[in-house]
Protein backbone atom coordinates (compact mmCIF):
# COMPACT_ATOMS: atom_id res chain seq x y z
CA UNK A 1 0.00 0.00 0.00
CA UNK A 2 1.35 3.49 -0.87
CA UNK A 3 1.84 6.00 1.72
CA UNK A 4 -0.98 7.97 0.93
CA UNK A 5 -3.59 5.69 1.31
CA UNK A 6 -6.89 6.42 -0.50
CA UNK A 7 -9.79 4.41 -0.04
CA UNK A 8 -12.83 3.25 -2.58
CA UNK A 9 -15.33 5.48 -0.37
CA UNK A 10 -12.74 8.52 -1.61
CA UNK A 11 -12.40 9.10 2.19
CA UNK A 12 -9.38 11.27 2.33
CA UNK A 13 -5.60 10.99 2.08
CA UNK A 14 -3.51 10.23 5.24
CA UNK A 15 -0.45 13.10 5.64
CA UNK A 16 2.41 11.06 5.70
CA UNK A 17 3.67 12.02 8.95
CA UNK A 18 0.41 10.82 10.45
CA UNK A 19 0.49 7.79 8.47
CA UNK A 20 3.37 7.05 9.87
CA UNK A 21 3.18 7.44 13.45
CA UNK A 22 0.26 4.98 13.08
CA UNK A 23 2.80 2.21 11.44
CA UNK A 24 4.89 3.04 14.46
CA UNK A 25 2.29 2.34 17.11
CA UNK A 26 1.21 6.46 18.02
CA UNK A 27 -2.18 7.09 19.21
CA UNK A 28 -3.61 9.72 16.87
CA UNK A 29 -6.84 11.67 18.23
CA UNK A 30 -9.57 14.85 17.00
CA UNK A 31 -12.32 16.34 19.18
CA UNK A 32 -15.66 15.90 17.79
CA UNK A 33 -18.65 17.37 18.58
CA UNK A 34 -20.24 16.63 21.78
CA UNK A 35 -23.83 15.40 22.81
CA UNK A 36 -24.78 18.29 24.60
CA UNK A 37 -23.51 21.31 26.08
CA UNK A 38 -20.81 21.09 29.09
CA UNK A 39 -19.32 18.37 27.59
CA UNK A 40 -16.53 17.47 25.20
CA UNK A 41 -15.97 14.67 22.71
CA UNK A 42 -12.90 12.94 21.47
CA UNK A 43 -12.45 10.19 18.42
CA UNK A 44 -8.99 8.61 19.05
CA UNK A 45 -7.60 5.51 16.66
CA UNK A 46 -4.98 3.46 18.42
CA UNK A 47 -2.62 1.00 16.63
CA UNK A 48 -2.96 -2.41 18.28
CA UNK A 49 0.32 -3.39 20.33
CA UNK A 50 2.32 -6.71 19.28
CA UNK A 51 4.75 -9.11 20.71
CA UNK A 52 7.08 -7.87 18.19
CA UNK A 53 5.72 -4.21 19.54
CA UNK A 54 6.89 -5.28 23.11
CA UNK A 55 10.89 -6.64 21.87
CA UNK A 56 11.47 -3.94 19.74
CA UNK A 57 10.57 -1.54 22.63
CA UNK A 58 12.85 -3.82 25.01
CA UNK A 59 15.58 -2.68 22.80
CA UNK A 60 14.91 0.31 22.60
CA UNK A 61 13.45 1.11 19.53
CA UNK A 62 9.94 1.36 18.04
CA UNK A 63 8.42 -0.95 14.80
CA UNK A 64 7.49 0.43 11.94
CA UNK A 65 4.00 -1.86 10.62
CA UNK A 66 2.06 -1.20 7.64
CA UNK A 67 -0.07 -4.48 8.19
CA UNK A 68 -1.56 -3.22 11.87
CA UNK A 69 -5.07 -3.35 13.27
CA UNK A 70 -6.34 -0.53 14.85
CA UNK A 71 -9.18 0.83 17.25
CA UNK A 72 -11.81 3.74 17.06
CA UNK A 73 -13.68 4.34 19.79
CA UNK A 74 -15.15 7.32 20.41
CA UNK A 75 -15.70 9.33 23.73
CA UNK A 76 -17.57 11.75 24.94
CA UNK A 77 -16.59 13.67 28.31
CA UNK A 78 -18.00 15.99 31.05
CA UNK A 79 -16.18 19.00 30.06
CA UNK A 80 -14.77 20.44 33.69
CA UNK A 81 -13.46 17.09 34.33
CA UNK A 82 -11.28 16.90 31.28
CA UNK A 83 -7.98 18.53 33.44
CA UNK A 84 -8.48 16.40 36.58
CA UNK A 85 -7.34 13.27 37.78
CA UNK A 86 -10.61 11.65 37.38
CA UNK A 87 -11.73 12.16 33.93
CA UNK A 88 -13.26 9.20 32.86
CA UNK A 89 -16.51 9.75 35.90
CA UNK A 90 -19.46 10.36 33.67
CA UNK A 91 -17.71 9.15 30.34
CA UNK A 92 -19.40 8.13 27.87
CA UNK A 93 -18.00 5.86 24.82
CA UNK A 94 -20.30 6.60 21.90
CA UNK A 95 -18.62 3.64 20.06
CA UNK A 96 -16.36 1.84 18.83
CA UNK A 97 -15.00 -0.02 15.74
CA UNK A 98 -11.81 -2.46 15.61
CA UNK A 99 -9.97 -1.90 11.30
CA UNK A 100 -7.47 -4.56 10.54
CA UNK A 101 -5.88 -2.92 7.71
CA UNK A 102 -4.71 1.40 7.08
CA UNK A 103 -7.55 0.80 3.89
CA UNK A 104 -9.88 -0.27 6.64
CA UNK A 105 -9.30 2.45 9.08
CA UNK A 106 -9.64 5.14 6.46
CA UNK A 107 -12.87 3.62 5.19
CA UNK A 108 -14.18 3.54 8.66
CA UNK A 109 -13.27 7.06 9.44
CA UNK A 110 -15.38 7.73 6.24
CA UNK A 111 -18.38 5.67 7.74
CA UNK A 112 -17.76 7.86 11.20
CA UNK A 113 -17.50 11.46 8.75
CA UNK A 114 -14.01 11.85 9.41
CA UNK A 115 -11.33 12.97 7.81
CA UNK A 116 -7.79 11.56 8.66
CA UNK A 117 -5.92 14.82 8.32
CA UNK A 118 -8.34 16.28 11.06
CA UNK A 119 -6.23 13.82 13.52
CA UNK A 120 -3.38 15.22 15.95
CA UNK A 121 -1.19 13.92 18.21
CA UNK A 122 -2.58 13.71 21.70
CA UNK A 123 -0.26 16.24 23.13
CA UNK A 124 -1.61 18.64 20.65
CA UNK A 125 -5.09 18.36 21.83
CA UNK A 126 -7.36 18.50 25.10
CA UNK A 127 -7.94 14.74 25.06
CA UNK A 128 -7.49 13.53 28.61
CA UNK A 129 -6.04 9.88 27.78
Known amino acids: MSLQSRPASGGGEWPTDKLTALRLGQRLVTEVPASRS ?7 ITPV ?6 KAGSQGRKRSDDARTF ?8 ADRLDGF ?9 KARTATSELELTAALG ?6 ERFVYPWHSDDPK
Open 38 to 44: GRRAFVD
Open 71 to 78: TLQHWDYE
Open 111 to 116: EWGLRP
Open 49 to 54: ATPADA
Open 86 to 94: DYDMGAVLV
